[in-house]
């Protein structure tokens, strides 16, 4: 980020500007935190500027839940859907795009609704695409898969083949393996089975190598990774049913239900923090949901078709 | 400095700290304006890394910083949200309906909920106003959640055409509170005699002995 070193003769338009440009950097990993200090040691007024920008923005996160109602309802009103049409044209263009142009031959995209997808490659590799998910395959050797959603991945290992596989922020390679995705926007977590993989992001030092029983998670707000372990039997079991946690925070596991049960449960942000550990057994989502509940002292509460998860005793 | 390489067990967070103290308080001084300030907030952050059972593996310095100012930002927002009780303005950070009960003495309910409304309201009048490319580059970072470089695929513009974007929607907001009287009137670094710690995500009371 080239940032002038502001001065107290700087106009407060100049600061506000410099403040802005801070705090939009300090959401990525490349944030430049000694040259922050440098400016922010400059002259108070930096500071006052920065945190009136981030308290602004931080208003966003509280009323969330009301703007994206908004949105919903902008999605639906006719004078909108066309500029929502757009973007998601722009959606799938940028996916189709992304990819090196060198290495794209034919693309495959698979995408599930409710119900998962079993994808058999030629060399005897297999996966189980979760509901709600998407699996963009390409290359030349189908070399190239992208993932949103969730999938197990029972690979054959070929060294003469450079498989990659991106998933939001982070991609694997070097991989002989079986292992989970699931990837949320840009939180994704890799749970390894049997044999070893190795994960790369922006916000990692350096590639992580993962064995099985380990499991790596890639928290998308602070875009930091964590290595735990993980029982390799329960890995990709959502396909046999029933979805396991250890310490698995409550929003996550939310998402999960909303995937493999197709039950919505709103957290609200006060809980957000709440960790699970734990089996659920899928079934028809409102079981799940309920067991979740209880077994986390808290009560659910019906909305709108789905539930709303809230502290108990209210 | 003999620990160049961290390692990302469970140790590695609190040797990480160790190794980055010195900045990352030197950082605090500036983002707070106050050594003791500081401090105390450098104590809150030992406490919640002691706590923290597996280390990151990611850009450790990196997330060292994002605590610090995390936590410089949480007492700026309870400040603010004591502040916005006091005027009218109202908080509610997920927990307010557990604290309403308590605090008879501020704003009723009702007239909680309805200055919630107007804050709603004017955040989504701003954010309509806004330029077109600020206003879709900031609806997908901020409020459907997508990460900056999915901004920039989806808008098929650079990283930094997004953080541009960004910017200007940070400044147009803040601008529109700053008119309205949203900000605390105290604003200067030596008047701020409530600061404290509180940790991320969690609306905590404030521990901190009086200044």
């Known amino acids: 980020m080239n940032t002038d070193p502001g001065t107290s003769t700087s106009s407060m338009r100049d600061i506000v500007e410099t403040a802005a440009q801070w705090h939009v950097a300090s959401a990525c990993d490349d944030m430049d935190w000694d040259g922050f200090t440098a400016w922010l040691e400059a002259d108070p007024a930096h500071a006052r500027a920065y945190d009136e920008i981030a308290l602004a923005d931080g208003l966003i996160d509280e009323h969330r839940?009301?703007?994206?109602?908004?949105?919903?309802?902008?999605?639906?009103?006719?004078?909108?859907?066309?500029?929502?049409?757009?973007?998601?044209?722009?959606?799938?263009?940028?996916?189709?795009?992304?990819?090196p142009a060198l290495l794209v031959g034919k693309e495959t995209v698979y995408r599930t609704e409710a119900a998962?997808?079993?994808?058999?490659?030629?060399?005897?590799?297999?996966?189980?695409?979760?509901?709600?998910?998407?699996?963009?395959?390409?290359?030349?050797?189908?070399?190239?898969?992208?993932?949103?959603?969730?999938?197990?991945?029972?690979?054959?290992?070929?060294?003469?083949?450079?498989?990659?596989?991106?998933?939001?922020?982070?991609?694997?390679r070097d991989i002989g393996t079986r292992f989970d995705v699931q990837r949320d926007g840009t939180s994704v977590r890799v749970a390894v089975s049997e044999g070893r993989l190795t994960a790369s992001s922006d916000g990692l030092d350096e590639p992580i190598a993962l064995d099985a029983g380990k499991a790596l998670r890639i928290d998308g707000e602070t875009a930091l990774g964590f290595v735990t372990?993980?029982?390799?039997?329960?890995?990709?079991?959502?396909?046999?049913?029933?979805?396991?946690?250890?310490?698995?925070?409550?929003?996550?596991?939310?998402?999960?239900?909303?995937?493999?049960?197709?039950?919505?449960?709103?957290?609200p942000v006060s809980l957000r923090s709440r960790t699970f550990s734990g089996t659920l057994a899928l079934g028809d989502g409102r079981t799940a949901a309920h067991d979740l509940a209880q077994l986390l002292g808290?009560?659910?509460?019906?909305?709108r078709g789905g539930f709303v998860m809230e502290p108990a005793g209210r | 400095m003999e620990m160049r390489e961290p390692d990302p067990d469970r140790s590695?967070?609190?040797?990480?700290?160790?190794?980055?103290?010195?900045?990352?308080?030197?950082?605090?001084?500036?983002?707070?304006?106050s050594p003791e300030d500081a401090d105390d907030l450098l104590q809150d952050m030992w406490v919640r890394i002691a706590a923290t059972t597996v280390g990151p593996i990611g850009n450790g310095r990196a997330y060292l910083f994002r605590i610090a100012n995390n936590l410089v930002l949480d007492a700026a927002r309870a400040r603010q949200r004591a502040m916005r009780r006091d005027r009218g303005w109202v908080e509610a950070d997920g927990e307010?309906?557990?604290?309403?009960?308590?605090?008879?003495?501020?704003?009723?309910?009702?007239d909680e909920a309805l200055a919630r409304k107007q804050e709603a309201a004017l955040l989504e009048h701003v954010i309509a106003g806004l330029p077109a490319g600020a206003?879709?580059?900031?609806?997908?970072?901020?409020?459907?959640?997508?990460?900056?470089?999915?901004?920039?695929?989806?808008?098929?513009?650079?990283?930094s055409g997004v953080e541009k974007h960004l910017a200007v929607a940070m400044k147009h907001l803040r601008r529109a509170l700053h008119d309205c009287g949203w900000y605390a009137p105290v604003a200067s670094g030596d008047e701020e005699t409530g600061t404290a710690g509180g940790s991320t995500g969690k609306a905590q009371p404030m521990n901190r002995k009086p200044a």
């Open chain 2, 12 to 33: 590695g967070l609190a040797r990480l700290f160790e190794l980055h103290r010195g900045e990352v308080r030197r950082f605090l001084v500036a983002r707070c304006g």
């Open chain 1, 65 to 99: 839940p009301a703007l994206l109602e908004t949105e919903e309802a902008a999605f639906v009103a006719p004078s909108r859907t066309r500029v929502r049409l757009a973007l998601a044209v722009a959606a799938v263009l940028a996916v189709a795009i992304s990819l």
């Open chain 1, 229 to 267: 372990p993980v029982r390799p039997e329960t890995v990709g079991e959502w396909r046999a049913g029933h979805l396991s946690y250890q310490n698995a925070p409550l929003a996550l596991v939310a998402g999960d239900l909303a995937r493999y049960a197709g039950v919505q449960i709103a957290v």
């Open chain 2, 96 to 110: 307010f309906d557990d604290a309403i009960d308590e605090r008879p003495d501020r704003a009723t309910p009702a």
């Open chain 1, 116 to 172: 998962g997808r079993h994808i058999a490659l030629e060399d005897g590799s297999a996966i189980d695409l979760a509901p709600h998910s998407q699996l963009s395959i390409s290359g030349r050797r189908h070399d190239r898969m992208a993932l949103s959603g969730g999938a197990y991945f029972a690979i054959q290992h070929d060294p003469a083949r450079q498989l990659l596989i991106t998933a939001g922020p982070i991609g694997l």
């Open chain 1, 298 to 303: 808290l009560a659910l509460r019906d909305d």
């Open chain 2, 135 to 159: 206003q879709r580059a900031l609806r997908l970072h901020r409020i459907e959640e997508l990460s900056q470089s999915d901004v920039a695929q989806v808008m098929g513009i650079s990283r």
